[in-house]
């Protein structure tokens, strides 16, 4: 899954607006302002967590997400939602490595996962901040299986005429 700038900080928002800001804030204000073709106090004012005048809209959202390139908003998003987000693979460059590599990824997340809970269990208290580091980690466990299931499914090969075999990106039933 594409790692977001905000999800690898220690203190990122479990909220949506909260990881919006967020990024904006790492990326840039002005910067992204600039490139919005806003004021870069409009922008502010938009992205402000509890902003009442200015609020942001779906269209500032996914201007945001695309220009920072960071993700976690999103992310935020769908665990607001009990959702997990994947990264589609790009299957342009396919090769067994990449295969093994994401076999590797969906163990280290689920590693992930374990250690998390590990930690959590450690004192015999769940706090819920706990418990929404747990969640975030499933999920990014989840997108790394469906992430996997894709790429391998992409694998598929389907007769062409009787002498030859060429891959098919088949509709993989849920």
Known sequence: M???????????????????HLSAKSFGITKLANLMRVSAGVLTNKLAPGAHHHKTTLDDFIQVLHLTRDLSPLDALCRQFDSARYQLPRLDNVSDSA??????????????????????????????????????????????????????????????????LSHSTPALAS
């Open 2 to 20: 594409n790692t977001s700038m905000a999800a690898t900080l220690p203190s990122a928002p479990a909220d949506v607006f909260g990881a919006l």
């Open 99 to 164: 295969l093994l590599d994401l076999v590797n990824k969906v163990h280290a997340e689920g590693g992930d996962v374990h250690s998390c809970m590990n930690e959590a269990l450690a004192d015999g208290i769940v706090t819920q901040d706990e418990f929404n580091e747990f969640n975030r980690e499933t999920m990014e466990w989840i997108a790394a299986i469906v992430e996997l299931r894709n790429r391998f499914g992409s694998l598929v090969v389907v007769p062409c005429d009787g002498n030859s």
